[in-house]
């Protein structure tokens, strides 16, 4: 939801001075959950700069104009100002499909070991650097969303490491039964929505937005920056799980992989089947933003 400026802020409760201070952004308008995420990260005893607040609220305005807001579960753009304890950075913008339904897992991301010094808001090392025993715990539960037969995983990538021949896990929940996971490796950009069946883009190695999504049983594709790589159409039917989603690493039935990301992640997000045009929507968006951070 976006209001016109001047809008009473009450209506959201919203007395803080930065949400006070926010401007327009580009489109002449405020957005409600970027007033809201940054009341959130104030709770949370971290801040946010009037640049960055115009930049979320750009974001948010061009999700909302796209038609996608109701696709995302849980997204976090990993910026923020940074502090003792990341408060900013581990406050998800969203955290269900709209800012006034249900909202989904933890209020934070859960830190597993990083500290300040992980974390750049702009520029070429900005975002959220991984390593050995370092990861994020969403709280987010796979069963929470309303059909598993379909869904979506995104990150974007920043610089690059020489990855030789391991497996990255940048996304991941697994059961006994089941796998949903974002993988980085030697060979490309994997994706898997059940056991057994993938897609990848044969290409190592690259900074960048990657989504894998799943819009049936049969079809499952892999993203790179709007445009699809790989394609799966195997037939796979996915089990409500009970194992959050981990970022930096996967959740293999409560414990961490071993597959920790040791790079850049910018973004995640978590939600419900993209389309090709949904893809190429949340890739303008994230770009632009990456943009007024610097980050590109």
């Known amino acids: 939801m976006s209001l016109a400026l001047g809008t009473s ?29 940054i009341k959130r ?17 750009n974001f948010c305005n061009a999700i909302d104009a796209a038609g996608i807001r109701d696709k995302f579960y849980r997204l976090n753009l990993f910026c923020g100002d940074s502090d003792a304890s990341l408060a900013a950075v581990r406050t998800p913008l969203y955290r269900g499909p709209s800012l006034s339904g249900t909202q989904y897992g933890n209020a934070v991301d859960t830190n597993n070991n990083f500290v300040p010094g992980n974390y750049a808001e702009t520029g070429s090392s900005g975002g959220l650097l991984g390593a050995s025993t370092k990861y994020l715990q969403t ?11 379909a869904g979506h995983l995104s990150y974007w990538r920043g610089e690059l490491v020489e990855e030789g021949i391991f497996t990255r896990i940048v996304i991941g929940s697994r059961s006994a039964t089941d796998l949903l996971r974002a993988d980085e490796r030697s060979s490309g950009e994997f994706g898997y929505w059940g056991e057994f069946v993938s897609a990848s883009s044969g290409v190592a190695n690259t900074s960048g937005h990657k989504v894998v999504s799943r819009t049936s049983s049969t079809s499952l594709a892999v993203y790179r920056d709007g ?8 037939s796979v039917s ?26 850049l992640l910018r973004s995640y997000s978590i939600g419900d089947a993209l389309s090709a045009t949904h893809v190429a ?4 968006a994230q770009n632009t933003f990456m943009q007024e951070l610097g980050r590109e």
Do not use: C, H, I
């Open 139 to 149: 709280g987010l539960m796979p069963s929470a969303m309303p059909s598993l037969a």
């Open 9 to 37: 802020f009450a209506r959201l409760n919203a007395g803080s001075a930065s949400v006070k201070r926010m401007f327009r952004g580009s489109s002449g308008v405020w957005n409600a959950d970027a007033a809201d995420w």
């Open 41 to 57: 990260v104030e709770a949370n005893s971290g801040s946010v700069s009037t640049a960055t607040a115009n930049a979320v609220t």
């Open 238 to 263: 996915v089990s409500d799980t009970e194992q959050e989603f981990y970022v930096f690493t996967g959740n293999e039935s409560g414990t961490p992989s071993a597959s920790y990301v040791n790079f």
């Open 227 to 234: 445009v699809s790589v790989s394609t799966d159409s195997r």
């Open 281 to 284: 929507a949340l890739y303008a």
